[in-house]
């Protein structure tokens, strides 16, 4: 998914059409996709990190992205950590799901809820039914700097919900299944998520640090434009990072923290088998 050497800007997200002469201008934007769009929902502040209140729908919003030459708007009522909960879950349900049709999913409210928060005793429906239609009604468009090419993306194609049964259905892109590889991928990042409660840096930090190379070198302006904490002062913003990297240290998600210069960090998580150990600039 990232590039080894360049930097986080520009992992492999470069522009599609960069590729063989012989290559067709649309199977060299099918081609590497699906890591574009795992960078967009995990690599960005799509699902800030920070608590957004009120919900009010916003129209053309740019997104911090790691998707580097392309400008990418996002249209709905903004989208948090809660809600990123919740999509990991209709995914997982949408990739255990039986049958030939990928992406369908149907389950109770209170399934969805014990696979995103496991050890809550309260189960509030409203809320999570909430989640699902902001989920279903965002809108995310990605054109690059050229005009070259233009792709819509949707979180959620079809939601249905019945509420006196406290049932829902949910149609997931096949392409936003592609991109987070299969069940034990999502399984990692929930379980990963879960001890964090209601810290929704951590939260956004884990599902960034889980995906990524085994090293990183982070850079804390780029690591606090991209979580969507732009708002936070910078000393503010640095001091909370390092507590977050250290809880995840501590529970085991990272290996390792060692200072790399003023304002960064490489960070280290247990390097899975048959992974290979690239390292990453984030700047």
């Not at 580097?68 to 990739?95: K, T």
């Not at 990605?142 to 079809?158: C, F, H, K, P």
Request: with cysteine.
């Amino acid at each position: 998914m990232y590039h080894d050497e360049i930097g986080f800007d520009a992992m492999t997200l470069t522009s599609p059409l960069d590729s063989a002469p012989q290559t067709g201008a649309a199977d060299s934007l099918e081609q590497g996709l699906a890591a574009r769009l795992l960078g967009l929902v995990l690599a960005s502040d799509l699902f800030s990190a920070r608590a957004c209140a009120p919900r009010q729908w916003q129209e053309g919003v740019v997104l911090e992205t790691c998707w580097p030459g392309a400008a990418i708007r996002f249209c709905g009522e903004r989208l948090d950590q809660d809600d990123l909960d919740a999509y990991f879950g209709c995914l997982l349900l949408a990739s255990r799901s039986p049958g030939p049709a990928k992406g369908l999913a149907r389950f109770s409210l209170r399934d969805l809820a014990r696979l995103t928060r496991p050890k809550t005793r309260r189960f509030d429906a409203t809320r999570l039914e909430r989640s699902l239609w902001r989920l279903a009604a965002a809108r995310i468009d990605v054109e690059d700097a050229a005009g070259s090419y233009a792709i819509q993306v949707r979180l959620l194609n079809t939601l249905l919900c019945d509420r006196a049964a406290g049932l829902c259905a949910v149609d997931v892109s096949p392409r936003m299944l592609a991109a987070f590889g299969d069940a034990q991928c999502l399984e990692r990042l929930l379980a990963a998520r879960a001890p964090l409660g209601a810290d929704a840096f951590a939260r956004w930090l884990t599902a960034f640090l889980g995906n990524g190379p085994a090293t990183l070198r982070l850079d804390f302006t780029a690591l606090r434009r991209l979580c969507g904490l732009t708002r936070q002062p910078m000393a503010t913003f640095r001091v909370r990072a390092v507590a977050a990297l250290q809880d995840l240290l501590d529970l085991g998600t990272i290996a390792a923290i060692e200072p790399a210069g003023p304002g960064r960090l490489i960070v280290s998580r247990p390097v899975a088998r048959g992974e290979e150990p690239a390292c990453l600039l984030l700047s």
